[in-house]
């Protein structure tokens, strides 16, 4: 039997994701946009409502779903 077919994929949160306790959200002006700021990282993002629904649910999304390495932000 293939092992592939039967390994569960990791969440998110199983993969280490969670919201910080250093995130700062505010609904942006004339717009539908969130921004949140991180106070420990001195960064800042704009997200719509689904992508900070999917941020409160790292339990339920696989880690490899594309707005997780949306989260992770610019890679250097």
Request: charged share 20%; hydrophobic share 35%; aromatic share 10%.
């Amino acid at each position: 039997m293939d092992s592939n077919a039967t390994q569960k994929t990791r969440t998110a949160a199983e993969a280490g994701w969670h919201v910080s306790r250093y995130n700062i959200a505010a609904r942006i002006p004339d717009s539908k946009m969130i921004a949140i700021f991180n106070t420990y990282t001195q960064t800042c993002g704009e997200y719509t409502p689904i992508e900070l629904f999917i941020m409160n649910s790292l339990h339920e999304v696989p880690e490899d779903h594309p707005l997780i390495e949306r989260f992770q932000g610019e890679k250097s």
